[in-house]
């Protein structure tokens, strides 16, 4: 049987990092054994539902290069993809297990179950449940005749169906990451399936979809664990094989603890995939990033593209322990995705970047050496135009952190340069040449090298640091640079 699997999302939000990577471990499990990735959007829960969500999370996926082989949109074998429109689905599927006596219509009203409650805990019950002891003094199909059933439903009365959990039943599955698990049913309420609204819960739809889109393995946030017991009972209330089960480690915060929106919001991580897109992170640094939150194959090496990364990947090498998300491995990932990169892949963003501030382009060769001068330091794209705007403008202000290295004999040491380099011609004005006539006048001067070269940056670049300066001199082109010389020198 080939491997189907789903990437399962609630629109309920952005995508976050953590969907991300589990949307990432189900695309690379696919692509290892030539299986199907499916995306599937549950949307069951109308109250939460966010109208942009669906659309976010698609572009979140083709963004990071994840390709979706079936879902809305996309079409497929299994559809409809989206839970909501699949209502009727689960109406029959719930129909059935009432039938086979594995579930029930509950009529109890929500006064009704909190009286119940209340009694409960009265008598010395600290957690009263819905289940297989309370059920039997409730309103519902197991405790009422068939004819006030009936009577009930032709009267339109609001019911749920619930799932009749076994009184004392130990449930055990194997996880492909985590091993043996096993939960006591004793604990569990009686679970709604389908809701008075006619909606089906997450646990009836992700369970009956699974099983109708003949997926092979599930694989999900650790989250999720305790859910499953349930959906277990519910493959076997449906006669059903389950699919392989392999719950995702935790991603956990620098600081410890789970990494949640406002954890990450307090530690300068951005939380949610478009916080990526926005702020030009290399998508495949990201996600190689994400591949190894969690997993690892099993040698020294850490840089590996989508296509190694499939190759790569299996369930057996996911850790069961948290993953720390550690923001300076991800920078670390992105200076080396834009090392790698050739100057052709990085020129056409690196140009709209600079256009989208508004600097104007002198010409194609221009944009290249700023690329080569600038590619070795910058750890994110959008560095390109901070720390490259100088090539285009001259700075509006000096570093004041910088401005601590012009020292009393900077003037002095700046105008002899500058004399020196005036009386080259346009053609001389070569970097080679910049370097030699900087040498002979520290050599006049009997100072060492940066006593000039760090005014002379500041000077022309208003920071103290940056790129080669030589070559970066000549593209800046000979009017240019005793302008800003001159400038420094009034200013300063
Ligand atoms: N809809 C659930 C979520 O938002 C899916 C969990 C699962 O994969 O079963 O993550």
Redesign the pocket.
């Known amino acids: 049987m080939s491997v189907r699997v789903r990437f399962?999302?609630?629109p309920t939000g952005f995508l976050h990092i953590g969907g991300l990577r589990t949307a990432l471990y189900n695309y690379l499990f696919a692509r290892h054994n030539e299986g199907t990735f499916v995306l599937r959007i549950?949307d069951t829960d109308q109250s939460r539902y966010v109208e942009d969500a669906e659309q976010d999370i698609i572009d979140s996926l083709e963004w990071a290069g994840i390709e979706i082989d079936e879902g809305p949109g996309k079409g497929g074998d299994f559809g409809p993809y989206r839970q909501s429109e699949r209502k009727d689905i689960y109406h029959k599927y719930a129909e059935q297990l009432v039938e086979s006596g594995h579930a029930y219509y509950a009529f109890d009203t929500v006064e009704e179950i909190d009286e119940m409650r209340e009694r409960l805990m009265k008598s010395g019950n600290p957690s009263p449940k819905y289940d297989s002891i309370t059920r039997q003094s409730m309103k519902n199909s197991l405790t009422l005749s068939q004819d006030e059933v009936k009577k009930r439903m032709d009267n339109g009365d609001e019911y749920v169906v619930r799932l009749k959990v076994p009184r004392k039943e130990t449930i055990r599955f194997e996880d492909e990451i985590r091993g043996n698990v096993s939960f006591d049913t004793e604990g569990l309420d009686d679970q709604v399936l389908l809701k008075s609204d006619g909606m089906p819960t997450?646990h009836l739809a992700?369970v009956v979809d699974d099983h109708t889109m003949e997926i092979t393995h599930?694989i999900?946030g650790e989250e999720?664990l305790p859910s499953t017991p349930k959906h277990m009972l519910l493959y076997n209330s449906f006669g059903w094989e389950p699919p392989k089960m392999a719950h995702l480690p935790l991603i956990m915060s620098p600081s410890g603890g789970k990494l949640s929106k406002r954890k990450a919001e307090s530690e300068g991580i951005p939380v949610n995939t478009k916080d990526y897109m926005a702020g030009n992170y290399e998508p495949d640094a990201l996600v190689n990033f994400l591949a190894y939150l969690g997993w690892s194959p099993g040698d020294d090496s850490e840089i590996h593209d989508m296509k190694e990364l499939c190759e790569l990947f299996t369930l057996d090498r996911v850790s069961k322990g948290g993953a720390v998300f550690n923001y300076k491995k991800l920078m670390w990932y992105n200076e080396n995705y834009i090392r790698q990169h050739s100057i052709d892949e990085l020129k056409p963003r690196v140009e709209a970047l600079f256009l989208g501030k508004g600097y104007e382009i002198p010409s194609d060769d221009f944009l290249t050496t700023v690329i080569e001068l600038l590619q070795e330091r910058v750890s994110k794209i959008d560095e390109f135009v901070s720390m490259g705007a100088f090539f285009f403008e001259a700075p509006k202000a000096y570093d004041e952190n910088a401005l601590k290295k012009w020292k009393d004999d900077s003037s002095r040491l700046i105008l002899s340069y500058k004399t020196r380099i005036e009386a080259l011609s346009e053609d001389d004005f070569k970097a080679a040449t910049l370097k030699k006539k900087l040498e002979e006048t520290i050599e006049e001067h009997g100072v060492g090298f940066g006593k000039l070269m760090m005014p002379l940056r500041i000077a022309i670049s208003g920071q103290g640091f940056g790129p080669d300066l030589f070559p970066a001199l000549e593209l800046i082109g000979k009017e240019e640079v005793l302008g800003r010389i001159d400038s420094a020198l009034e200013r300063l």
Do not use: G
């Open positions: 399962a999302p609630s549950e997450y992700n599930v999900r999720w």
